[in-house]
Structure formats: C-alpha cells, structure tokens
T-cell receptor
Framework: KAGVTQTPRYLIKTRGQQVTLSCSPI?????VSWYQQTPGQGLQFLFE???????NKGNFPGRFSGRQFSNSRSEMNVSTLELGDSALYLC?????????????FGQGTRLTVV | SQQGEEDPQALSIQEGENATMNCSYK?????LQWYRQNSGRGLVHLIL?????REKHSGRLRVTLDTSKKSSSLLITASRAADTASYFC??????????FGAGTTVTVRA
C-alpha cells in the first residue's frame, strides 16, 4: 500500500506570494490533517478534513486555508507569504472512523520564504 | 500552546544502553501516542496507549501511562544507532486533532 504522498518536497517562495501544497492520503483513508513544524513552535495543528468537511482548525490566521476533494486528496494554501511561514508542512492521514487512531505522515514539504 | 511536554529535551547514550523519556500533558485524553522523526522528515508512529491502559510493549519499546499524573514514559531498550531521532508524544484531547510535545532528541553513540 502506498504511503502518504506530499508534493512538492521543497519550495522556495518570495514574501507576498501564495503557495499551494498537496497531499495524497493512503488509499481508503478519509481523514487528512495538516501540521506546521518550526524550530521555535514545534508541531502545530493547522486543520483536519474528513469527507470534504473541515472538522477542526488550529489557531492560524486566515491566510492559511485548506480543502479536501472527493477522492480524499487535500490541498493547503497559504496566501501573502511571510518570512515566518518558513517551515516543514506535514500531512497525515488516518481512516477517520470513530475515535482518533494512529496517523500516517508524509515526508513533508519544506517551504522557505525569502 | 502545546498539550504535551517531553523531558529531557535531549539525551545522549551509548549503543546498547536504554533510553527513557517522559511526557506530561494538561487535559484528559482518550489515548496517547509516541512518534519518531528522523532528521526533519515525516513522523513515524511507534505506539498508541489508550487511557484505560497502564503499560504497553512493542518490540524494544515500552510505554507507560499514568492518567492520575497526566504523564507517560517511553523506554527504548538496547538502543541502536538507528534509534537516533527525535521522539514526540501526542495526545488527542481535542476532537480530530493531535497535540504534540516539543520532543526529545536522542543520540545513540557507537
């Protein structure tokens, strides 16, 4: 079974630009979560989607948005990039049924804002 | 803010020794999980312990959970160079969301 795939792996953007990151979950998984990891703040929850519905959202500004498609693939978008948005963005998938179970993470997208 | 806090922040041990790290959290949980991360890559799930369990084993890993103290520990026995990584505890206090601690960086010296 293929794992969680995140594209692209690396990205360099300029302040003020926008960026879209993609995540393909494990086949059959309907829950996709996004996390931001930085040296200063650690792993911070961005949002979680299940069957195209956002079920939970972290404390991030409205510049951070996401969506999930009918095939469970998910994208997250960051508009008007700031230097502080430089981070490793991790996507995780899980079956999503019932209580929270283990999450399967992708390798991440390393975003650098210059 | 983070739900879990790991202790110590960093740990250096000799190959073959045991490594123990602790995690404390703030609110009631359904389960607690431990993950490993190698060099800024994705996280790998190690073990999940439910709130009604006190101890769980998986290979060289042993996890304990004390809900009265809101704390958990991860023991890695007979460590190997490949165990060099950062280890995170994660709790599910909030629906559909994992809250991670700051992590413990483990270095296993040959």
């Amino acid at each position: 079974k293929a794992g969680v795939t995140q594209t692209p792996r690396y990205l360099i953007k300029t302040r003020g630009q926008q960026v879209t990151l993609s995540c393909s979950p494990i086949s059959g998984h309907r829950s996709v979560s996004w996390y931001q990891q930085t040296p200063g703040q650690g792993l911070q929850f961005l949002f979680e989607y299940f069957s195209e519905t956002q079920r939970n959202k972290g404390n991030f500004p409205g510049r951070f948005s996401g969506r999930q498609f009918s095939n469970s693939r998910s994208e997250m978008n960051v508009s008007t990039l700031e230097l502080g948005d430089s981070a490793l963005y991790l996507c995780a998938s899980s079956p999503g049924r019932g209580g929270f179970t283990e999450a399967f993470f992708g390798q991440g997208t390393r975003l650098t804002v210059v | 803010s983070q739900q879990g806090e790991e202790d110590p922040q960093a740990l250096s041990i000799q190959e073959g020794e045991n490594a123990t790290m602790n995690c404390s959290y703030k609110t009631s949980i359904n389960n607690l999980q431990w993950y490993r991360q190698n060099s800024g890559r994705g996280l790998v799930h190690l073990i999940l312990i439910r709130s009604n369990e006190r101890e769980k084993h998986s290979g060289r890993l042993r996890v304990t959970l004390d809900t009265s103290k809101k704390s958990s520990s991860l023991l890695i026995t007979a460590s190997r160079a490949a165990d060099t990584a950062s280890y995170f505890c994660a709790t599910d206090a909030d629906d559909y969301k994992l809250s991670f601690g700051a992590g413990t960086t483990v270095t296993v010296r040959a």
